[in-house]
């Protein structure tokens, strides 16, 4: 089945860097783009950037388009999620997606 | 960016009685390919947002068809006709036809 799974939980200081990974599985990777979105603690979901699957176009929100870089592996069906210059309000669940569906499990990335 | 809005903010419903809310975009979501990109999650506690419903009407694969989608261009409805205790959590509308894609607040659902 289409599946995407995250890599584990990160806890980082303020002004480092976090990679969150998400391995696609069950479907062909370079067909479909990649999006990204976070989840502050029970806050709503918001949109950081798409990457195309097999271009490397992409597109970040406004909002993180100076401190994201987003990239994709074809030969390991994998996207890449990078944020730098973290900041205390980066602490959230952030999530990988094939719109619609599926979404990956989650990634916690906590900065403190 | 395409502004959602959802009401209400949060619903409490007795088991066995519908439910309905709300959702209005800012632009219309109708494609010149004639489907409507609006979309209907659920957030269960401690999960991911799993798809509910696609380009406006469409139940996704092992979604219950007590869940329905309705509505057109701007305005949208999601409907429960019987609402069950697993349907708790938090109801995201969420429109792919530009980028960013952009979600509405979430309306939560809670059983009395």
């Known amino acids: 089945q289409v599946q995407l799974v995250q890599s584990g939980a990160e806890v980082k200081k303020p002004g480092a860097s976090v990679k969150v990974s998400c391995k696609a599985s069950?479907?062909?990777?370079?067909?479909?783009?990649m999006t990204w979105v976070r989840q502050a603690p029970g806050q709503g979901l918001e949109w950081m950037g798409w990457?195309?699957?097999?271009?490397?176009?992409?597109k970040y929100a406004q909002k993180f388009q100076d401190r994201v870089i987003m990239t994709t592996d074809t030969s390991t069906s994998t996207g890449y999620m990078e944020l730098r210059s973290l900041r205390s309000d980066d602490t959230a669940m952030y999530y990988c997606?094939?719109?619609?569906?599926?979404w990956g499990q989650g990634t916690l990335v906590t900065v403190s | 960016d395409i502004v959602m809005t959802q009401t209400p903010l949060s619903l409490s419903v007795t088991p066995g009685q519908p439910a309905s809310m709300s959702c209005k975009s800012s632009?219309?979501?109708?494609?010149?390919?004639?489907?409507?990109?609006l979309y209907w999650y659920l957030q269960r506690p401690g999960q991911s947002p799993q798809l509910l419903i696609y380009?406006?009407?469409s139940r996704f694969s092992g979604v219950p068809d007590r869940f329905s989608g309705s509505g057109s261009g701007t305005d949208f409805t999601l409907k429960i006709s019987r609402v069950e205790a697993e349907d708790v959590g938090v109801y995201y509308c969420?429109?792919?036809?530009?980028?960013?894609?952009?979600f509405g607040q979430g309306t939560k659902l809670e059983i009395k």
């Open positions: 997606l094939r719109v619609p569906s599926p």
């Open positions: 069950g479907y062909t990777f370079s067909s479909y783009g």
């Open positions: 969420m429109q792919g036809i530009d980028l960013p894609n952009t």
């Open positions: 380009e406006l009407s």
């Open positions: 632009q219309s979501l109708l494609h010149s390919d004639g489907r409507t990109y």
């Open positions: 990457i195309s699957g097999h271009s490397g176009k992409k």
